[in-house]
């Protein structure tokens, strides 16, 4: 099915770990977008992407780093995992369609750092 | 600083009530305000407004846009125990900080509905 495609769906992680969570979309989408939505709150913008090879920072980017080598794939590293990346990170693409832009968001990876 | 603000952040209403759900808005250069509805998972789109008054309609669901005033709401008639989530409201600016138009996400509002 087409979409947007996030792996895992749930980890948990010891301090100073580290982890990459994946996210793909089969859309042919441009524009890629990490958020993180911490309980409450609305989602915040980590990282961004335009374009294969062409990566840049959100709102909150500390802590973590991207790649965009083609344009389905663009994951999030954390290198050192702490308790205030808890949280519930979301991949969404961006494509234009009907004459306005539409975001694909993925179904989310719940993350816990102990 | 750009900022989308939601009111009220909770609300428990019985099914068959009407709610009102606010969001107002500061954005340097507006582009659009999407809604979505959010139960335990991602996001999913309600509606897009560009223009000032056009009601956008969806079922049971509508919304519209005072780009004067900064602000949009959503209003759902007779409500349905399914109609329980939280309702995001977000803002697209034009070149937020280079960024291409990523979202501006306000907090949210909780929404539940009793039988």
């Known amino acids: 099915n087409a979409g947007v495609t996030q792996t895992p769906k749930f980890r948990i992680l010891k301090i100073g770990q580290s982890m990459t969570l994946q996210c793909t979309q089969d859309?042919?989408?441009?524009?890629m977008y990490w958020y993180r939505q911490d309980p409450g709150m609305g989602l915040k913008l980590i990282y961004y992407?335009?374009?294969?090879?062409?990566?840049d920072k959100g709102e909150v980017p500390n802590g973590y780093n991207v790649s965009r080598s083609t344009t389905e794939d663009f994951p999030l590293r954390l290198e050192l995992a702490a308790p205030s990346q808890t949280s519930v990170y979301f991949c969404?693409?961006?494509?234009?369609?009907?004459?306005?832009?539409?975001?694909?968001f993925g179904s989310g990876t719940r993350l816990t750092v102990v | 600083e750009d900022k989308v603000v939601q009111s009220p952040l909770s609300l428990v209403v019985h099914e068959g009530d009407t709610v009102t759900l606010n969001c107002s808005y500061e954005?340097?250069?507006?582009?659009?305000l999407l809604w979505y509805k959010q139960e335990k998972k991602a996001p999913t789109f309600l509606f897009m407004l560009?223009?000032?008054?056009i009601e956008k309609k969806s079922g049971r669901l509508s919304s519209i846009l005072d780009k004067k005033e900064l602000f949009s709401i959503l209003n759902i008639t007779a409500t349905q125990t399914g109609d329980s989530a939280v309702y995001l409201c977000?803002?697209?600016?034009?070149?937020?900080?280079?960024?291409?138009?990523?979202?501006?996400f306000g907090k949210g509002t909780k929404l539940s509905v009793k039988p």
């Open positions: 969404a693409s961006k494509s234009w369609t009907g004459g306005y832009y539409g975001y694909t």
């Open positions: 859309m042919n989408h441009n524009y």
């Open positions: 992407s335009v374009g294969a090879g062409i990566t």
């Open positions: 954005v340097t250069n507006f582009r659009s």
């Open positions: 560009t223009s000032s008054g």
């Open positions: 977000a803002v697209e600016p034009l070149n937020y900080g280079g960024s291409q138009g990523n979202l501006i």
